[in-house]
């Protein structure tokens, strides 16, 4: 039996006017039935509010959310990080969700597998979700660089913490209560590294579900798509992964 779970949408999003009005008309019309329905993908009722953090935008991309719904938060500095914090301090002055999703402005193949990612969450299973990118469509949709970095981090989290989740993937849901607790910090792109091991050493519950995945067709990667700017985002990763194993806490497994 699945509990009732009142979600919001989380999209952090810098120069994302031309990827948001096909996510966000995604987000709109994916909660029913597919029309080839994939056990995997339950119905889910719409997200609460879909918060879109324009994170020093010059293209247009708070006017383009605004215009297809969204829910606009300012965050004028960059930073991934600062984005979802901004994006969270915003849920908190009203009404929290049960849980948040964090969604890339240019996942595409997401919206319709939002019961696939919530269901370990709604069957009280998991308290933190990772959306696993398949072999084959990570592949296609990740550079190899990224997928290397990607490898590093999570070869020394399953060391460190035995933890059995195979992705670092930005397409993942969290429950408000577990997220308060964790108290993130990070403000760059060890954000994703910084909340799967705490989610770890503090014993939560950390699950990974498959979900398909492919590389952007609408904009430009701010990371994976520049070889510069992958080793960038993968030596903050390490860094923080760095970081948070040698704080103190207590240790968990996944």
């Known amino acids: 039996m699945t509990a009732p779970l009142r979600y919001a949408v989380l999209v952090p999003a810098r120069n994302e006017a031309d990827a948001l009005p096909i996510l966000l008309g995604a987000l709109r019309s994916a909660t029913g039935p597919p029309a080839a329905p994939d056990p995997r993908d339950p119905a889910v009722p719409p997200p609460a509010t879909v918060v879109v953090v324009d994170n020093g935008s010059t293209d247009g991309t708070a006017a383009v959310a605004r215009a297809h719904g969204g829910r606009v938060v300012a965050e004028p500095r960059p930073g991934y990080g ?31 597998q939002l019961g696939r990612l919530l269901g370990p969450l709604r069957a009280d299973e998991a308290d933190l979700v990772i959306g696993e990118r398949a072999p084959g469509t990570r592949e296609r949709g990740v550079r190899w660089h990224a ?12 060391a460190a913490y035995g933890s059995r989740v195979r992705d670092m993937g930005p397409f993942r849901a969290i429950r408000w209560s ?11 792109y060890g954000w994703y590294v910084q909340m799967q091991v705490r989610a770890l050493r503090g ?3 950390v699950r990974g579900v498959p979900v398909s995945f492919e590389r952007r067709t609408v904009g ?12 960038r985002a993968g030596a903050v990763m ?17």
């Not at 997928?147 to 399953?158: I, P, T």
């Not at 430009?220 to 080793?231: C, H």
């Open 147 to 158: 997928r290397l970095g990607n490898r590093v981090v999570l070869s020394a989290m399953r």
């Open 203 to 205: 014993g939560y519950r």
């Open 238 to 254: 390490m860094e923080t992964l760095a970081i948070e194993i040698l704080r103190p806490g207590r240790r968990g497994a996944g």
């Open 220 to 231: 430009r990667s701010k990371v994976s798509g520049d070889l510069a700017a992958s080793v």
């Open 82 to 112: 600062r984005a979802c914090l901004a994006g969270i301090r915003a849920l908190a002055s009203g009404d929290p969700p049960d849980a948040l999703v964090f969604l890339d402005a240019d996942d595409f193949l997401a919206p319709p």
């Open 178 to 188: 577990t997220l308060c607790a964790l108290a993130l910090d990070d403000e760059t």
